[in-house]
């Protein structure tokens, strides 16, 4: 089945380091991924999202171009700031399903 | 925020009880999805309402159970309450169009702790 595997956290960086958090995708069809955020204590919150090929999510800051030569959605921030502590989470959604496929999350910590 | 509401915030409830979550969607929205969330894992898609009606089921018992009212706000309904139903469980609308749906936007969620 459909199905997202990221790479495992937790990750730890200092402020203003680059960031890059993997995702790759298994899924027949053309699915829609996504990049959402969960902070402490709450519900996701999306982040940027790319529904075709080569397509370039990007919002705050952070980027992700969808790859289907390599099932890939990668994460990536130039200079990542504190307050970006949180969980991301890699998501998958085929346009004619209905069951969003989420990775299991990878915890980022940014010390100042 | 992203307009999708849910309520309670937290819930404490003993095993064999029952448990109702709510959620009221977006407005626009028309499609009401489920899911649990287990400490330090992704969420589990549970099901999805669409139209009034149950549109798609992941793998989950029976007791796992839902409503969407004609306002397209939806209920989470869990009987025989386990131990292992403690979780984070959010819900997520979106607008299914022909052929499709659209972005799901999420919930703050609301956790549940069985004792």
Not at chain 1, 84 to 93: E, K, M, T
Request: with cysteine; glycine share 10%.
């Amino acid at each position: 089945g459909d199905s997202v595997t990221q790479m495992e956290g937790p990750v730890t960086l200092s402020e203003e380091a680059f960031l890059t958090i993997n995702c790759t995708y298994t899924a027949t069809g053309y699915p829609s991924l996504f990049w959402y955020v969960q902070y402490p204590g709450e519900g996701l919150q999306l982040l940027l999202k790319a529904t075709k090929a080569d397509d370039k999510g990007s919002n705050k800051g952070f980027e992700a171009t969808y790859r289907k030569e390599t099932t890939s959605f990668h994460l990536e921030k130039g200079s990542v700031q504190v307050s970006d502590s949180a969980v991301y989470f890699c998501a998958l959604i085929k346009y004619n399903n209905n069951d969003m496929r989420f990775g299991a999350g990878t915890r980022l910590t940014v010390k100042p | 925020e992203t307009g999708v509401t849910q309520s309670p915030t937290h819930l404490i409830k003993t095993r064999g009880q029952q448990v109702t979550l709510r959620c009221s969607s977006q407005s626009g929205h028309n499609t009401v999805s489920w899911y649990q969330q287990a400490l330090g894992q992704g969420p589990q898609f549970i099901f999805q309402y669409y139209r009034e009606e149950e549109n798609g089921r992941g793998n989950f018992p029976p007791r796992f159970s839902g409503l969407q009212f004609p306002n397209y706000s939806s209920e989470l309904n869990v009987n025989a309450l386990e131990l292992d139903d403690s979780a984070l469980y959010l819900c997520a609308s979106s607008v299914t169009l022909a052929g499709g749906q659209e972005t799901q936007y999420f919930g703050p969620g609301t956790r549940l702790l069985v004792l």
